[in-house]
């Protein structure tokens, strides 16, 4: 799993590297590149090619759509550490975007990755049609915006030091974590220009792989250490977070987190063996440090 990840994690960024080259330089390329790179674990992009294994479909344009995600992603991170969000000052072993450009600037560059995003995605590079190419922005924006990771970063700052109901804390981990991750399941569906029924039964697994995923990034904070985790922990609860683990408690909220795994398993046992990759995602997830 890890070397498939650093293999992910290279190609995307040796395609993400070169897009921007391609571009005029500017004085925010460089605020850019600090939150895009040496990057993270890239695990959106490997679920993005899990269930494109399913489909059958392309290894090269499934890096590029990977690239996009990646930086819808980094932008969202980079927003989520600003002074009036989170208010984090370390993130992926270094100091965040805003400590060490300033919180401007921080701002126009992930203003300027979220677009990136769009660029790539219309770019000629991509080769798809230019109709899947508008479902696919669609799509993202709407996983991006209100209904997805903006809407749900709302709702987590707003439940801050409240007690909020079991429903609604998976609804807003759903929205800030889980979208992203509902549009990297449906691309492989959207480019095989599959019946919206199945396109839907991807989203809804998509957005159980993202709650697992944000359930154990509560976990990493919870138990984990700042040093492998490449960022503060111990801060959610500090700054009176909503999460599972405020309101169940550490041991029912692993038994969730195996539930939640049990339903991804269950939803995606038709397509049988060629899931495995997926199930082997699934583990990544559940038992990692960082
Ligand atoms: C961290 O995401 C923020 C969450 C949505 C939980 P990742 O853990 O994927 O961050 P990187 O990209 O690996 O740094
Ligand atoms: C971040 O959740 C979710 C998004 C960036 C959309 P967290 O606030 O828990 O992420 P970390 O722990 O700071 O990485
Ligand atoms: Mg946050
Ligand atoms: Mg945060
Ligand atoms: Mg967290």
New binding site residues.
């Given amino acids: 799993m890890q070397n498939k990840l650093i293999k992910i994690a290279n190609d995307t960024n040796f395609y993400l590297k070169n897009f921007i080259k391609k571009q005029k330089k500017t004085e925010l390329i460089s605020a850019m590149n600090y939150g895009l790179f040496p ?6 992009s490997k679920v993005l090619l899990d269930v494109g294994i399913l489909f059958k479909i392309d290894y090269k344009i499934l890096i590029i759509i990977g690239a996009a995600v990646e930086c819808i ?2 932008y ?2 980079i927003h ?1 550490d600003l002074p009036c969000m989170d208010n984090d000052n370390l ?2 072993g270094k100091p965040s975007t805003h400590i060490k450009f300033g919180e401007s600037t921080a701002v126009l560059a992930g203003n300027s990755l979220q677009t990136m995003a769009c660029e790539i995605l219309t770019s000629k590079y991509l080769k798809t049609d230019n109709k899947i190419k508008i479902n696919l922005i669609k799509k993202l924006s709407e996983c991006s915006g209100h209904l997805g990771i903006a809407g749900g970063q709302y709702l987590d700052l707003s439940y801050e030091k409240k007690k909020i109901s079991q429903n609604k804390i998976i609804e807003m981990e759903i929205k ?2 889980g979208k992203l991750f509902s549009f990297c399941c449906m691309v492989p569906a959207i480019i095989k220009k599959k019946k919206l029924k199945e396109i839907n039964s991807f989203e809804k697994i998509g957005a159980n792989i993202g709650l697992l ?2 359930i154990a ?1 509560d976990l990493i904070d919870f138990k984990g250490t700042s040093k492998i985790a ?1 960022k503060k922990t111990k801060k959610d609860k500090k700054k009176g977070k909503a999460t599972l683990i405020s309101l169940l408690g550490y041991k029912n909220t692993i038994k969730y987190s195996n539930k939640i795994k049990s339903t991804i398993i269950n939803d995606l046992k038709k397509y049988g063996s060629n899931s495995k990759n997926i199930n082997e995602t699934l583990n990544y997830i559940l038992t990692r440090k ?1």
């Fill in positions: 990057g993270g674990k890239k695990i959106r992603h980094a969202s991170l989520d993130r992926r800030k974590t995923f944000q990034d490449g960082k």
